[in-house]
């Protein structure tokens, strides 16, 4: 069986610096930072009280007010960013096989905003049980493929994975392995999450995994800086259209770039931290390059994880230095969550809108808040610091990875 070529025809985005797919792309060669004080809770007693929060979003412009309070946050920036997507491509608008087009979008968390509230009012209560009955379809992580798929009729492949913050980018390799193997025609793929709750940040805070530079918000996420500290919780997500090659070209659709190479593997060493050696990191980048029949030499840019964590910046960079070599000083590397923050399972949806608008528009987001260098760094990698820099991007790799150890690198092209 020859596999089908997949290529990327729908974009759509929501997220801290941008609500939709073309203020996000400006926000982030802009070099914008989301990072603003918490207004969705009350945050003085946390040890953070900062995240990446959506601005100026109100759901009622997108969903009918009833229908809303039926689904969490997380589901609302799913169909939020699935309509975008899918009004962008036109996948729509002439005579198409429903039950060839499915939906594959994930969330890390999933509804945890209900969940919360949820168990917060039944602990104030009396112990007597009165719980919604949107309670469980609120809070499941599944839910918002199957609102995209009902919205739209769309009948074929419908389903949910989840692997934390390597969550979306596990939806589109899925997708792109579903239209390769002849099960689907188009797929929207991507992952969403709305997870700036109390219980978020308490946990992640237990954890020292956050930022806790209440003072420099805005420039608290900073990859690559010697004085970073943690991650910054971010909200939001994104969408995209993987569509099967000659099915887009044959209804004129404009295609963004092709998908090419995907990996999946696991570190098998810790359930939190990264391998120090990079080794899970490694594997995954070669099994991408293997997959896409490219050289080290083909990839120009890497959307790298860079979550702004002390092990985790460090640790990625090995592995890029150990699979590319002396190719490494020739690329561009950069971490676009130092402007959103951390989408937690959303990441890699939003974090491949960036890698493909790189390619498209030849212009590479940097890194911003870096101030101090990190000696852990070898002074001719190019990470981008703090200014978009132009070159021409024939093919990109997305790398997101994910507690448990889950790693995921996709690579995409410029469409032959």
């Known amino acids: 069986m020859q596999l089908k070529r997949v290529v990327v025809t729908g974009l759509g985005a929501l997220t801290p610096i941008g609500n939709n797919t073309n203020e996000y792309w400006k926000g982030l060669i802009g070099g914008v930072s989301g990072a603003e004080a918490i207004t969705h809770f009350d945050a003085e007693k946390f040890k953070t009280r900062f995240a990446c929060e959506l601005k100026n979003f109100n759901v009622e412009d997108f969903i009918e007010r009833r229908e809303a309070r039926r689904m969490d946050p997380f589901t609302h920036y799913a169909i939020v960013t699935a309509t975008e997507a899918i009004e962008d491509s036109n996948l729509l608008e002439g005579k198409v096989d429903l039950s060839r087009i499915g939906v594959v979008y994930g969330s890390g968390i999933g509804g945890l905003s209900s969940f919360s509230k949820e168990i917060r009012e039944f602990g104030a209560g009396d112990g007597t049980p009165r719980f919604t009955p949107f309670f469980i379809p609120k809070m499941i992580g599944d839910i918002a493929a199957g609102y995209i798929s009902i919205k739209y009729g769309l009948r074929g492949p419908n389903y949910s994975i989840v692997s934390a913050c390597a969550t979306s980018s596990h939806s589109i390799m899925d997708a792109f392995n579903l239209i390769r193997l002849d099960k689907a025609d188009a797929i929207v793929t991507g992952g969403s999450e709305a997870s700036i709750t109390e219980a978020a940040v ?20 900073k990859p690559y800086d010697k004085t970073r500290d943690g991650f910054v919780l971010g909200e939001g997500g994104a969408s995209l259209i993987l569509e099967e090659y000659e099915h887009a070209k044959a209804r004129g659709a404009k295609i963004y770039a092709e998908v090419v190479g995907s990996g ?8 939190t931290a990264p391998h120090p050696e990079g080794l899970g990191v490694i594997n995954v980048m070669q099994v991408a390059l293997k997959e896409a029949n490219l050289q080290t030499t083909d990839i120009d840019y890497i959307n790298t994880h860079g979550t702004s964590t002390p092990l985790g910046d460090i640790a990625e960079v090995i592995a890029i230095q150990k699979v590319f070599g002396e190719h490494t ?3 561009n590397i950069s971490s676009t969550k130092s402007m959103t923050g951390h989408l937690l399972g959303g990441a890699g949806a939003i974090e491949a809108i960036a890698a493909i608008k790189a390619i498209n528009e030849g212009i590479i987001p940097p890194t911003i808040n870096h101030r101090v260098k990190d000696e852990a760094f070898d002074d001719d990698i190019n990470f981008t610091f703090n200014k978009s820099q132009s070159r021409t991007v024939n093919a990109a790799m997305s790398n997101t990875f994910g507690f448990g150890g889950h790693n995921a690198s996709i690579i995409f092209k410029k469409v032959d």
């Open 202 to 221: 308490g946990g992640f805070n237990s954890m020292k995994a956050l930022s806790e530079n209440n003072e420099n918000a805005s420039t608290a996420s």
């Open 264 to 271: 999946a593997t696991g570190d098998a060493y810790h359930i």
């Open 329 to 331: 000083k020739k690329l």
